[in-house]
């Protein structure tokens, strides 16, 4: 389980995209000094290692009309559970992150919905998928910070 | 504030780009029977209304040797130092969501950390900002779900 | 659901019906310079529209023998009960308020009693009802505001 | 403090007045076969004994956009504090209720806010009460039973 | 259910007899410049109203080995189960007190050991009554005040 | 510290005595086919070895208006202030037990008030303590044991 | 169940073969100005009153790749279970210490684990033994202090 | 950072180690058809390398009157004071472990007492500490498992 080990251009290459994953490979050429065919085959190559394994957009969940997030902790009756509980919260689209945590609760999720009726629901299914015994909500008033840019800058930093 | 209205077309251009933001614009727009310069309008103008804020990568935190995920509850001495604890934690990246929450804590946060020891230089840097009264850890045992596209896919079809 | 539209008449309107029901309408007229008849119009149209749903005396229970409050938290066994078990709840006169409520409770409920010896046997009503999982109360010391017509004077200052 | 005594024509002009407070007093006397004279001396006394406080509207708070209700528990620094700072939670118009309490909290308050940012908003307020500790937030899902009048007519009858 | 009236003869005989149930009523009598005959027929009427219920040693439990004391909550299944659930405490003789009680427990008992071997015994006879579904235990390290003589006084006192 | 050895005989004198401490010498004498004088020069012997501490009444405390019966959990700033805080517990003849504590809090107390108004006074005055830092309150619904003679037997029937 | 007495020389043997096991006896006898034949009859007689139970290495994990130490709090269904579940917990050797205790939990445990998925591995063994009913897990981030000779010392010094 | 890496001969030379210390080497070099100046050297590499680091006795603390043992949760003022308070609790002999915690504590610890009133001083000592804020005890009944043996044995077998 040895790491893939990356080199400084890789971690250039990763900076850049990182910002702006549109960015052409010929600007990201030109601004490292090195061929456009060199940044294909490095940013191929860290697909292929599994390191970058896509991209997305950023969107405004606000002006979409989904403001609201909630945090559920969910207690399941036994442990042997998880698994079948994890895929029917996969087919939960509202859910989306699910953590098997430590502490007061088996798994904990976070939801997006359209506002407290949609919570509501949301929360609702979650309670009744087979081997949930309780879960426990709680609500965000401001997402004050959602931003995996600095992490990622700080770990090319850090390597 | 009233919300800015997606036809299906803006959906399908959206539905596309979420699934890979790298897709080339005469793709979508042959996709779309469409022309390119369309595809480059209609998203330049969810750019200009807001609601792409931008792109950013997925990448394999294990494989960077990222691996450990906790999410750390916050008390706050008095809420009026909400807005001055945020901008200290923002200076941390690996804290990587924050939230004003209600319930047990007044801040709630995710963050990611290379291992046990990382963690704690992290949360004692969290439980050392000026107005932070306690902290409370949960410790991921595995990321089970972590995944927007699902619902950003499901936002469209419900629009 | 556009809401309904209210204007300046029916704010003084309703600000002098919430501050005493039985004000005569043509009271209300004289105070604001229009017609008996549009005052009468007016609440029509606004019962009409669901915004007046009716009115209430303001009784003093300490006077008649029910001093005791308690707020009791229900724990059902499954949400999927939350309809049936609402239905139980709202057999028991002495439940004034229910909610469906998030974080540690399902249902969150205020009670009214004559004294400990009625309280505990409307917690044991509640604590019968099937699908209860189990209760949590905490008591009244003392009702310190229980008072609605700030917050309706206070919404249509700000309509 | 001997109670006053209700004899059964005041449970009867009561149980009509909880529900149409607007009942005028010739439909009661007709009903009750006495003279509008009698219900008028009777409702005079239950008014001057304090038994009748007042009347009010109700309202539809979904329709006048203030659909969000909470539960706040308040933490004293003291509870030489109380009176104090429930003068300043009376300051609140949108904090329709609070009681000092037994339990976890020394002060829980319901308060009715129009969304998320509003409730946000007024728990700062509470959060910024000199003498505050901390604050906890429950947030109500769905307000299922509101209704003192069936509390009220069971009153009359167990009387 | 009126108050039995006690007079101040009454409250002084009382007064005597709490500091020491074997104080003779002859020397009551000479203190209180009374009768030996209006002493025992106060007595008598007291104890016939159910003022008096009896009377009992106070003992010294650490020379007697019996120094370990613990509270200990019990949660039940559901309290449709609280009167069975008692009869089979009271059968323990090293439960002292139990009581019906609010909050986070169905019942709350005192107990009265040996020593830790002792205690997890009562403990575990309590977990094993049907109908008791968890207990929840809190571990007295010294008894600073078990005095009901300054109640009895002060009761007396501000009747 | 070793412990005062009981005989049979003491044994069966404690035994009449706990059920009823007037008692007199000569029936528990004929009882148990011994002097009067020797169960005086027992007794005597039991409270000047500290076994007995004296003895009390058992008063009807509902009868007595004082029926509501609280458990107050108290959190110290700091347990150097225990002695501190327990003699000014003690200056509270409404608090009749405390014990320091492991577990939640440093110490509990069991109070004794006339009802809900009293209890407030009591536990604001047990708030105000200088060193209490916080206080938790449990009711009790009903006392449904208060025996210690069950123990005491017990205990003489084990030694 | 009189204790075993230890004399000053015995506390002098243990006091040397505490900081080493491995001491031979020959050492101790020139260090105490005894016999090495006395020091062989005094261990093994402390051997066979049990005092010395046996001996063991200490020795460091973090070098065995066993670096992580977390805590599990068990909740059984029933603790007339508890004897089955410690012998279910005693055959996962990753379970060093094992207590039935006192408050929220029946049976607090100590685990030592490679990592977090390993840790994850060992938890879901314990939840998914017949009897228990939840688990909660507290992570070490630091062994700051795991030492008992200085309380085996301060035990020879006090006795 | 790389582990020291043990082979099979390590491994049975340890395992025979750790369940006797004190075994001469001329046995376990016997029973590995190895010389005794091998399984010397071999021992020496393996403590200077730092995986051994000591040897300890297993002493009956029951008999030594050290039967009490208590798990105390520490909460901190300030993380920032975790370094001090972790040095004023290693002045306590009586504190065998102490661990930098996740979760509801800062720091937990394991004592053992001579009894309840000593691990009263023991948790007064703890509260005593500068910058300690609060502590919480759960009291073992019963020390069920406390055996490293199994896991050392298991270590080696899957190394």
Tied chains: 1, 2, 3, 4, 5, 6, 7, 8.
Excluded at 21 to 49: C, Q, W, Y
Excluded at 96 to 116: E, L, P, Q, S, Y
Excluded at 117 to 145: C, N, P, W
């Amino acid at each position: 389980m040895a790491k893939f080990r990356l080199d400084e251009t890789d971690h250039q290459i990763l900076n850049m995209l990182i910002d702006n994953t549109r960015t052409p490979f010929t600007d990201i050429a030109k601004k490292l000094n090195i061929s456009a065919g060199t940044v294909h085959v490095r940013v191929k190559k860290m697909e292929e290692a599994g390191i970058i394994l896509g991209s997305s957009l950023t969107l405004n969940y606000e002006k979409l009309g989904y403001a609201f997030i909630a945090y559920v902790g969910i207690f399941l009756q036994n442990t042997s559970q998880t698994k079948f509980v994890l895929e029917r919260i996969n087919e939960i689209p509202f859910v989306t992150v699910a953590h098997v945590t430590t502490g007061k609760f088996n798994v904990f999720c976070k939801i997006r919905a359209r506002d407290t009726q949609h919570a509501k629901e949301i929360i609702f299914k979650l309670d009744d998928i087979e081997g949930v015994y309780r879960t426990e909500t709680m609500i965000s008033l401001e997402e004050s910070i959602n931003d995996k840019k600095r992490l990622m800058h700080s770990i090319f930093e850090n390597l």
